[in-house]
T-cell receptor, first 115, second 115 residues
Framework: NAGVMQNPRHLVRRRGQEARLRCSPM?????VYWYRQLPEEGLKFMVY????????ESGMPKERFSAEFPKEGPSILRIQQVVRGDSAAYFC?????????????FGSGTRLTVV | GESVGLHLPTLSVQEGDNSIINCAYS??????FIWYKQESGKGPQFIID?????DKRQGQRVTVLLNKTVKHLSLQIAATQPGDSAVYFC??????????????FGAGTRLAVHP
């Protein structure tokens, strides 16, 4: 029973390029959350998706960032025209239900470095 | 409140001693709390959770205490082992989350266990 799978583990992009981060939830989970972590800080909520729907994107920057969770395939966090400030670790988590009392499991993250 | 980008506070303990990690949370309306452990280069790992209708919960070698009066959460680790060395985060759900877990993370505490 694989956990939450994220790839790539490390991603290097030049300023202005696009970054695509993938997250495959645990089997049977249809709810995905994305968080961002800067060095020496806690995680910050970005977006919550259910299959084919964005439920809450209040933590997403207004420009350049987008997320999707299609009917088939992994959830994708897309960052267009990356800048140095986008360098961070991006984690996703999944859950089988929509619940306020569920400690979801995180993947190992994608560490994005913008050069 | 939101975490600040300062160096993480560090708790140094001897192997075999008990550790206590503290956390002040931000929202008196939060009703679900989680402790996560994060090792270097990995994603946060769920340790233990507690709901606001409880003031204490025990797991294997860990105990979480909740004091809603002063908005304080603590994690106690008994007989600390070298494998416990990591950064520990408390997280609270956002009370306005709309029925799902939109977590707010604390700044984190680094636990260093010495032989």
């Amino acid at each position: 029973n694989a956990g939450v799978m994220q790839n790539p583990r490390h991603l290097v992009r030049r300023r202005g390029q696009e970054a695509r981060l993938r997250c495959s939830p645990m089997k049977g989970h249809s709810h995905v959350y994305w968080y961002r972590q800067l060095p020496e800080e806690g995680l910050k909520f970005m977006v919550y998706l259910q299959k084919e729907n964005i439920i809450d994107e209040s933590g997403m920057p207004k420009e350049r960032f987008s997320a999707e969770f299609p009917k088939e395939g992994p959830s994708i966090l897309r960052i267009q025209q990356v800048v140095r400030g986008d360098s961070a670790a991006y984690f996703c988590a999944s859950s089988p239900i929509r619940d306020t009392n569920y400690g979801y499991t995180f993947g190992s993250g994608t560490r994005l470095t913008v050069v | 409140g939101e975490s600040v980008g300062l160096h993480l506070p560090t708790l140094s303990v001897q192997e075999g001693d008990n550790s206590i990690i503290n956390c002040a949370y931000s929202n008196s309306a939060s009703d679900y709390f989680i402790w996560y452990k994060q090792e270097s280069g990995k994603g946060p790992q769920f340790i233990i959770d507690i709901r606001s209708n409880m003031d204490k919960r025990q797991g294997q070698r860990v105990t979480v205490l909740l004091n809603k009066t002063v908005k304080h959460l603590s994690l106690q680790i008994a007989a600390t082992q070298p494998g416990d060395s990591a950064v520990y985060f408390c997280a609270e759900n956002s009370a306005q989350s709309g029925g799902y877990n939109k977590l707010i993370f604390g700044a984190g505490t680094r636990l260093a266990v010495h032989p």
